[in-house]
């Protein structure tokens, strides 16, 4: 059974960091890239970020690029989503996720709400 638990969620205000993070089980997933999703209310989930198996090569959304950063420690099977320079365009439930590609993911995690102030 594959599970996938996001932490680091919470309230900030605008311009301020947060650290998402993902533990994942069920299987390995150091052969996997993984990601990051957003939902905001009324829109569709996007992906924000993501990462190879061995954290060569990385993608950004245009919106995040710059200001998030993806990485991931396959020894103790998580991924993290360091989140700087927050607005509240960036308000959502940020969900991970395993794939099959940089961009195109198979399983995703329940979430964790991020809600930025003004």
């Known amino acids: 059974q594959v599970q996938l638990v996001e932490s680091g969620g919470g309230l900030v205000q605008a311009g301020g960091s947060l650290r998402l993070s993902c533990a994942a089980s069920?299987?390995?997933?150091?052969?996997?890239?993984m990601g990051w999703f957003r939902q905001a209310p009324g829109k569709e989930r996007e992906l924000v970020a993501g990462?190879?198996?061995?954290?060569?090569?990385?993608y950004y959304s245009d919106s995040v690029k710059g200001r998030f950063m993806i990485s991931r420690d396959n020894a103790k099977n998580t991924v993290a989503l360091q989140m700087n320079s927050l607005n509240p365009e960036d308000t959502a439930v940020y969900y991970c996720?395993?794939?099959?590609?940089?961009?195109?993911?198979?399983?995703w995690g329940q979430g964790t709400q991020v809600t930025v102030s003004s």
């Open positions: 990462i190879t198996w061995n954290g060569g090569d990385t």
């Open positions: 996720a395993v794939g099959v590609s940089l961009k195109k993911y198979t399983y």
């Open positions: 069920g299987r390995t997933f150091s052969n996997y890239p």
